[in-house]
T-cell receptor, first 105, second 113 residues
Framework: QKEVEQNSGPLSVPEGAIASLNCTYSDRGSQSFFWYRQYSGKSPELIMSIYSNGDKEDGRFTAQLNKASQYVSLLIRDSQPSDSATYLCALQFYFGTGTSLTVIP | GAVVSQHPSWVICKSGTSVKIECRSLDFQATTMFWYRQFPKQSLMLMATSNEGSKATYEQGVEKDKFLINHASLTLSTLTVTSAHPEDSSFYIC?????????FGPGTRLTVL
């Protein structure tokens, strides 16, 4: 298992705010990074993938990758109560510990 | 497209029995499938990589004789938990891999009494 660490949370933000989720990893050779969302009792849903340094935006979601510092982050703009879930960072097939996010109406 | 099913969705069995879980890619062929286990409040732990027509590759610490994986076709992989014990109770999730993307099944909740 590759080491993938996430801020464990739980993280609470008010509706409409920006939620920031972070992930660090140990394997410098990692090339593929993914963010997933998982609701309780369900399997993960892919939010986005990122392979190159910099930012990648998809709707309200922005992933940021910094290979030199070995971290990847996810920003959720205009957070909605439906965004309340556990967010999982993954390096290829290896998942981080997950961060629980609650968006307060 | 890219739908993956698992069967059963939940199963309860007695300690010492074996349980088989099926993972099917319904609308695409998957040379590679993955099996994960997730305990309550924990993340997904990769158990093994299943390759069609060859032996599965198990992650360190996963007993290959206890968790038998068969990937006999490009659309079906099975996980058999042999001689199940209460500590094997968990949420088992499979995924099928295509074009650098994992497509996850809905998961199987196993409870061993």
């Amino acid at each position: 298992q590759k080491e993938v660490e996430q801020n464990s949370g739980p993280l609470s933000v008010p509706e409409g705010a920006i939620a920031s989720l972070n992930c660090t990893y140990s394997d410098r050779g990692s090339q593929s990074f993914f963010w997933y969302r998982q609701y309780s009792g369900k399997s993960p849903e892919l939010i986005m993938s990122i392979y190159s340094n910099g930012d990648k935006e998809d709707g309200r979601f922005t992933a940021q990758l910094n290979k030199a510092s070995q971290y990847v982050s996810l920003l959720i703009r205009d957070s909605q109560p439906s965004d309340s879930a556990t967010y999982l960072c993954a390096l290829q097939f290896y998942f981080g510990t997950g961060t629980s996010l609650t968006v307060i109406p | 497209g890219a739908v993956v099913s698992q069967h059963p969705s939940w199963v309860i069995c007695k300690s010492g029995t074996s349980v088989k879980i099926e993972c099917r890619s319904l609308d695409f062929q998957a040379t590679t499938m993955f099996w994960y286990r997730q305990f309550p409040k924990q993340s997904l732990m990769l158990m093994a990589t299943s390759n069609e027509g060859s032996k599965a590759t198990y992650e360190q610490g996963v007993e290959k004789d206890k968790f038998l994986i068969n990937h006999a076709s490009l659309t079906l992989s099975t996980l058999t938990v042999t001689s199940a014990h209460p500590e094997d109770s968990s949420f088992y999730i499979c995924s099928a891999y295509r074009a650098d993307t994992q497509y996850f099944g809905p998961g199987t909740r196993l409870t061993v009494l």
